[in-house]
């Protein structure tokens, strides 16, 4: 219980170490397996070369397994009190929220509508004065800006309807998926829901109808910006499509922004990092809110007291430090059943993100994060604590320009973010700053400065997002895990297919260029914050596309031996002679169980798996019983497989 003023303060948040006893007895009886196996390897004389590739495989999977272990050790869980936010009031911090959205055909503006519907609804007391909506759109384009404009117009009676109603789901979609079971006394909500859905039914229409030629063409003044213009060449366009301030009704909503960086061929874009990057300037010039909360567009709010619940992790220690910020697990809707690509990231946010979150703290996982601007600002938690001002703390114009750049605007806010001064009065007319916000979304801006190194999202590697959130964490930060009854957020995924291979490229490549530059975290752990297991539960994940190559080649190891008629198993006789677990580190990590680990478990890849096990034993020179051990020992490592679970 925090005490404040010698006031008892109620709880906002518990940190509650989860029970694994189980688990990690089964994690140490494989793990001794694993051992077993590589002194039985290293102690034959003669095993050839098969022999040789075996060990050298089976030692790298001894080593993931070790830094598997590492991160599930010490898991924990957040848990966080809402309804003791009331004494506090006073205290809730202002948020800005960023959407990214990059293509209109790749990412229907009608999606992002429901992202940005979804936010301008959530519950937070004084939502209009204290929240904003930023839209990044690297399309540049009219039809989104089109649809964002009917949003906000939409918005004025979806958000007093969500309230009056208590709407569970605020992302309309979602929503009106499915028709309520209307009670004798609910009439007026009955009439006001029939009301809401035709008008929902009337925006998706004009959107879906909205065509570029005829807006730029129709549309009026607000659309002369579009015209003529390529999305890769154009100057910055920002847009206020509702300003709290001005047109308030009832107990408002959010300022909505729509904001399309300026581009140029000449300058690198750096993809999301840097529309991220546009997006924290921009704001930092008109509302400055201590909190930024960022989703990508496909991802709606699903629990309309997320901010409330994620205002607990941010102000519910007695110290910062342990809550540079808070990230939510990554959930989809309509994903398939038993994720059986794996990109549904139900392993990496069920068995390790809990982990994680015990150790220096939850990764940066790109959308569903709450970031204090501070920490995004590159300071660091000491130069708080101590009143010193740390790596981008010193006041003097001067540095302040070398840090964050030449304008005179930005480097105010960053002042007062720095010096933790957020009593400065909020600009009152926000689109009295429209001419500075495309100043700062220039493409230039950022030359000559800290942007994307120290300062703001990290340029370098596809998985920006991974990259940033280390870097906070190499500063001393730590960062919490915010999880919700209902979840907190849903997205999309790809199904599978190449969308699903092409993402995990993405994401395979951006580790490896983490892996191998000076971003690396050993390098981190040894000049700066980053700690020694967080460390290893970083590189548990970056070293994904090195596996690659080691589980190809011991997979192939397997239909090798059969053609060349040579073993890298031991004799089934041996093999009797033998205690039982040595049996199993014998065949362990099987090589076609190896090539089923690029699957999660789901009942079709078993069921082949063991067929092909009993199929062996109708090749010349592997006996039944041999075949039998194999069905055994997949019976065996399925059931670990399942219950340890395993990257991916
Ligand atoms: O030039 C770009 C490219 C992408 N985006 C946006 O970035 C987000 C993520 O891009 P997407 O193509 O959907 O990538 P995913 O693989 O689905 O995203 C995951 O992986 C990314 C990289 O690790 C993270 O940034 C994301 O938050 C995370 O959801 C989307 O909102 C895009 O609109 C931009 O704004 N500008
Ligand atoms: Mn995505």
Same mark, same amino acid.
């Given at each position: 219980m925090a005490v404040a003023g010698g006031k008892k303060m109620k709880k906002?948040?518990?940190?509650? &170490?989860?029970?694994?006893?189980?688990?990690? !007895?089964?994690? %140490?009886?494989?793990?001794? $397996? !694993?051992?077993?196996?590589?002194?039985?390897r290293a102690t034959e004389r003669d095993g050839g070369a098969a022999w040789r590739v075996a060990l050298v495989c089976e030692a790298w999977f001894t080593f993931l397994w070790l $830094?598997?272990?590492?991160?599930?050790?010490? &898991?924990?869980?957040?848990?966080?009190?809402?309804?003791? !936010?009331?004494?506090?009031?006073?205290? !809730? $911090?202002?948020? /800005?929220?960023?959407v990214t959205t990059a293509d209109p055909v790749l990412e229907p503006p009608l999606v992002t509508v429901n992202t940005v519907l979804s936010l301008l609804a959530v519950d937070y007391p004084d939502a209009g004065e204290k929240l904003a909506c930023y839209v990044s759109d690297d399309g540049c384009s009219p039809v989104t800006f089109y649809a964002l404009r009917e949003a906000a117009r939409f918005a004025r009676v979806w958000v007093p309807f969500c309230r009056r109603h208590g709407v569970a789901v605020r992302a309309p979609f979602r929503y009106f998926s499915s028709t309520p079971e209307f009670g004798p006394t609910d009439h007026k909500f009955s009439e006001d829901w029939t009301f809401m859905k035709s008008e929902y039914e009337k925006l998706v229409r004009r959107i879906e109808e909205a065509d570029e030629s005829t807006l730029l063409r129709q549309g009026?003044?607000?659309?002369? @910006? %579009?015209?003529?213009?390529e999305r890769r060449n154009h100057p910055a366009i920002i847009k206020i499509l509702w300003d709290n301030s001005k047109s308030r009704i009832g107990e408002g909503f959010p300022h909505l922004i729509y904001v399309s960086r300026e581009k140029n061929p000449r300058h690198h874009h750096h993809y999301k990092a840097g529309a991220m990057n546009v997006l924290t300037r921009v704001s930092a010039v008109m509302t400055n809110a201590p909190i930024m909360l960022n989703v990508d567009c496909d991802m709606f709010a699903n629990n309309p007291q997320v901010v409330l619940h994620a205002m607990c992790l941010l102000?519910? %220690?007695? /110290?910062?430090?342990? *809550?540079?910020?808070?990230?939510?697990?990554?959930? #989809?809707? /309509?994903?398939?059943? @038993? @994720?059986?690509?794996?990109?549904?990231?139900?392993?990496?946010?069920?068995?390790?993100?809990?982990?994680?979150?015990?150790?220096?703290?939850? #990764?940066?996982?790109?959308?569903?994060?709450?970031?204090?601007?501070?920490?995004?600002?590159?300071?660091?938690? /000491?130069?708080?604590?101590?009143?010193?001002?740390?790596?981008?703390?010193?006041?003097?114009?001067?540095?302040?320009?070398?840090?964050?750049?030449?304008s005179e605007e930005l480097k105010e806010s960053a002042r007062n973010i720095i010096s933790g001064n957020l009593t400065t009065e909020p600009i009152v007319d926000i689109s009295s700053r429209i001419e500075v916000a495309k100043e700062v979304a220039a493409c230039y801006y950022e030359n000559g400065t800290r942007w994307g190194q120290e300062v703001g999202w990290v340029y370098g590697s596809m998985t920006e997002d991974t990259l940033t959130g280390q870097r906070i964490h190499s500063a001393g930060w730590r960062s919490t895990m915010l999880e919700t009854e209902p979840l907190p957020f849903l997205g999309c995924t790809p199904t599978g297919g190449p969308a699903c291979l092409t993402q995990f490229k993405r994401w395979a490549t951006g580790f490896f260029e983490i892996l191998i530059s000076q971003n690396n975290p050993i390098i981190a752990t040894i000049f700066k914050h980053l700690q020694f297991r967080q460390c290893l539960s970083y590189l548990s994940f970056y070293v994904w596309p090195v596996r690659g190559f080691v589980e190809l080649c011991y997979s192939l190891l397997a239909p090798y031996c059969l053609l060349t008629n040579q073993s890298f198993l031991t004799k089934v006789r041996a093999l009797l002679s033998t205690c039982a677990p040595t049996c199993i580190?014998?065949?362990?990590?099987?090589?076609?169980?190896?090539? #089923?680990?690029? #699957?999660?478990?789901? &009942?079709?890849?078993?069921?082949?798996?063991?067929?092909f096990s009993v199929g062996l034993a109708w090749y010349p020179n592997v006996s039944f019983l041999e075949s039998m051990y194999h069905v055994w020992?997949?019976?065996?490592?399925?059931?670990?497989?399942? *219950?340890t679970g395993n990257i991916r």
């Open positions: 906002l948040q518990e940190r509650v &170490p989860l029970r694994r006893t189980a688990w990690m !007895l089964a994690e %140490f009886v494989v793990l001794f $397996l !694993l051992l077993a196996l590589l002194a039985r $830094l598997n272990m590492n991160v599930k050790w010490n &898991p924990v869980r957040f848990v966080t009190y809402p309804e003791n !936010l009331a004494e506090r009031a006073d205290e !809730l $911090l202002a948020v /800005d929220m960023f009026g003044g607000e659309f002369a @910006d %579009f015209i003529d213009v102000l519910g %220690f007695d /110290d910062e430090i342990f *809550s540079g910020f808070a990230q939510v697990p990554q959930k #989809f809707y /309509d994903g398939l059943k @038993d @994720d059986p690509f794996g990109n549904q990231l139900e392993v990496i946010f069920k068995k390790l993100g809990n982990g994680v979150a015990g150790l220096q703290g939850m #990764f940066y996982a790109g959308t569903g994060c709450f970031h204090r601007r501070k920490v995004i600002y590159g300071m660091t938690p /000491d130069s708080i604590g101590t009143g010193r001002e740390g790596t981008t703390g010193s006041r003097s114009s001067k540095e302040l320009q070398f840090k964050f750049g030449s580190t014998r065949y362990m990590p099987c090589s076609p169980l190896v090539v #089923f680990h690029m #699957f999660r478990p789901c &009942p079709a890849a078993w069921a082949t798996h063991n067929a020992n997949i019976q065996l490592s399925y059931l670990v497989y399942i *219950s």
